[in-house]
């Protein structure tokens, strides 16, 4: 059978029920299944009325950005999904078994039980096991460091004129030292009138170096440097 139409009372309550012990539509991990089902709703569920559905769909939608590369198979509906008919009945809030049994005038299985039940004991080990797996994927998660956002740069260095010690200009350039910043291949180029401008290449941590501090500090390079520009910037 499957998930039927998760937009209607009847669809989400068949959702929220699935959801009750389980972190996923389908097996122990994000899927293809979780991403399908999170699609085929129109809106988060109303947390007062599908608490479990509610915090499913808050889990699915912290892994949007990986829903293309989660396992599965990406071609199947929402309704390939979900419980089989005899696994929920939906809109009924007792097991079929009881209804009938009260139906023919027998008593409630809840106030007649011989040999006990295990249910909310099996519910709540469910339970327990879901959050721990919950917390180790968060704290997965967490562990893995993104890399460092870097930017190669390409600037112009200009001297006072022709007459500059253009190696000592480059040499006092490259003693500058920071954290995050590595300077890279360099070339004299002609501007002029026997004038020649240093190009640097060099590459830098975003949040480490700030390029307008860089260049200050080239700038106060006053023996050899009038100037210098940033010529060209892309993100790596």
Not at 31 to 45: H, M
Not at 162 to 174: Q, Y
Request: hydrophobic share 35%; glycine share 6%; net charge negative.
């Amino acid at each position: 059978m499957g998930f039927t139409d998760l937009s209607s009372d009847s669809g989400l309550t068949q959702l929220d029920s699935w959801v009750t012990t389980r972190s996923y539509i389908d097996g122990h991990n994000p899927s293809q299944a979780d991403v399908k089902s999170f699609q085929a709703l129109k809106s988060p569920p109303a947390a007062d009325k599908y608490p479990h559905a509610y915090r499913w769909y808050k889990h699915t939608a912290s892994f949007e950005s990986e829903f293309s590369s989660l396992p599965g198979d990406s071609s199947k509906a929402h309704t390939a999904y979900g419980p089989e008919s005899s696994e929920i009945a939906v809109g009924s809030g007792k097991a079929p078994e009881k209804e009938a049994a009260k139906d023919a005038g027998g008593e409630d299985d809840d106030e007649v039980d011989l040999f006990g039940s295990d249910d909310e004991e099996e519910d709540a080990e469910a339970v327990r096991i879901r959050e721990e797996r919950l917390a180790q994927y968060a704290q997965k998660k967490a562990g893995k460091t993104k890399p460092a956002a870097k930017s190669i740069v390409t600037m112009d260095v200009k001297p006072w004129d022709d007459e500059t010690d253009m190696k000592a200009l480059e040499s006092s350039v490259r003693a500058i030292e920071k954290d995050g910043l590595t300077w890279g291949a360099s070339k004299l180029v002609a501007v002029g009138f026997g004038i020649k401008k240093l190009q640097i290449n060099l590459v830098v941590e975003d949040e480490k170096v700030s390029l307008e501090e860089l260049q200050e500090q080239i700038d106060e390079l006053e023996d050899y440097v009038q100037s210098s520009d940033i010529a060209a910037m892309q993100k790596l």
